[in-house]
């Protein structure tokens, strides 16, 4: 089946430490983005990336980084310098469509928890 | 600045009821407008969507409306059934260039009580 896989599925992790979230997705798209969601609160985009070899921040990247070495993976590290890591993070991928909007998958997503 | 607001945060309906969420958006340039259906623990899920040219869409007990003018549009369900509690996200993507820029509503709790 195609989709957008994410692992692990539950994460804790200690103070200081940094964690790398795998996103992985068969379905062919172009464009890859992670998303953060806190309690009570709408998505937040951490990054994005439109193709291989590229990305770019979104609103609040500060303490993550991520890389794009391949078109169906997308992983994103957590580093010690993310103040309040504990959150649910979530995968997505879209057709880049130009004009008109994309329409965004996204993957089950990873809790990650700072113990 | 780029703010989608969302109403109610929570919303309680009995069994065969309709439920109306709304949604406002601040960027007139926004042309795409997905909303999402996210049950506990999982990612949300795209349930209808609709695009700036277009004033209504409907999937069977599902349907959006668009008001350009006003800059709000609705997700409206009806024949509620107690599968369709969950949390419901809408968007607005707005154009930046080459790409588009999706901004979230705080979402809503829907409850329906069989």
């Known amino acids: 089946d195609g989709g957008i896989t994410q692992s692990p599925k539950y994460l804790f992790r200690k103070e200081g430490q940094n964690v790398t979230l795998s996103c992985e997705q068969n379905l062919n798209h172009d464009a890859m983005y992670w998303y953060r969601q806190d309690p009570g609160q709408g998505l937040r985009l951490i990054y994005y990336?439109?193709?291989?070899?590229?990305?770019q921040k979104g609103d609040i990247a500060e303490g993550y980084s991520v890389s794009r070495e391949k078109k169906e993976s997308f992983p994103l590290t957590v580093t010690s310098a993310q103040k309040n890591p504990t959150a649910f993070y979530l995968c997505a991928s879209s057709i880049p469509y130009l004009g008109s909007g994309n329409t965004i998958y996204f993957g089950e997503g990873s809790w990650l928890t700072v113990v | 600045g780029e703010n989608v607001e969302q109403h109610p945060s929570t919303l309680s309906v009995q069994e065969g009821d309709s439920a109306v969420i709304k949604c406002t958006y601040s960027?007139?340039?926004?042309?795409?407008f997905p909303w999402y259906k996210q049950e506990l623990g999982k990612g949300p899920q795209l349930i209808i969507d609709?695009?700036?040219?277009?004033g209504e869409k409907k999937d069977q007990r599902i349907a959006v409306t668009l008001n350009k003018t006003a800059k709000h549009f609705s997700l409206h369900i009806t024949e509620t059934q107690p599968e369709d509690s969950a949390v419901y996200f809408c968007?607005?993507?707005?154009?930046?260039?080459?790409?588009?820029?999706?901004?979230f509503g705080t979402g809503t709790l829907l409850a329906v009580q069989p």
């Open positions: 609709i695009r700036s040219n277009v």
């Open positions: 960027d007139s340039a926004s042309n795409y």
């Open positions: 968007a607005a993507s707005i154009p930046r260039g080459a790409t588009n820029k999706l901004i």
């Open positions: 990336s439109q193709i291989v070899n590229d990305f």
